[in-house]
Structures are given as C-alpha cells and as structure tokens.
Nanobody, 119 residues
C-alpha cells in the first residue's frame, strides 16, 4: 500500500507563487505515474498536471506556462511549482499516483492541501 502526503498549501496573493510537495511511502514510487488534481467548492475534481514514471509531462490548458510538475525519485516526491497564481486557482489540491501492471491498475490519493489565492 502506498500513502501520499501533500504539503505546501496556504494563502497567497494574486501573482504569487507556491510549491506543493507530495511524498510517497514505500519503494515503488519510481514506477508510479503521478499527477496533481484540484477541486474547488461545488465543482468536480480536475486534472492539473501529470508526470509519467519516465518523466513526460502534461498540463491542463488553464495552467500551461504557469505551473510546473516535477519529480525526484530519490526522495519519493513529486512537486507542483505554481507561479502567477490567480484567484481561480483556489482549490484543494490532491496528489495522485497510478501503477499499471499486467495484473491490474492501482490508484492512490493524498488527503489534499488547500491553496487559497486572495488579496
């Protein structure tokens, strides 16, 4: 079983920056495709950014050019660097990990961290 623990959320002014971290337990982190999702009140949970086990990245159009996802397999950690933050980025941000093998697919979620962008 993999546990994901997010950190780094908080309150920031518009135009500011935050870096979220998500650290995984266990020894299979390097085999996981990782992602960040976010969910604003009353809305569905949406993908923000993904990074495969091989390091390929993908971003939601709304964050392209402002957010950067990266991973450090030696530290079992995935990051989300968020720059030029806007009020509409306010949400609970969740870390997600997926492992796909011939025997099936396992998916893991963190508990979420609140990001509030407000003046």
């Amino acid at each position: 079983q993999v546990q994901l623990v997010e950190s780094g959320g908080g309150l920031v002014q518009p135009g500011g920056s935050l870096r979220l971290s998500c650290t995984a337990s266990g020894s299979i982190f390097n085999t996981l495709d990782m992602a960040w999702y976010r969910q604003a009140p009353g809305q569905q949970r949406d993908m923000v950014a993904t990074i495969t086990s091989g390091g390929s990245t993908n971003y939601a159009d709304s964050v392209k050019g402002r957010f950067t996802i990266s991973r450090n397999n030696a530290k079992n950690t995935v990051y989300l660097q968020m720059n030029s933050l806007k009020p509409e980025d306010t949400a609970v941000y969740y870390c997600n990990g997926v492992r796909t093998r011939w025997s099936g697919r396992n998916e893991y979620w963190g508990q979420g961290t609140q990001v509030t962008v407000s003046s």
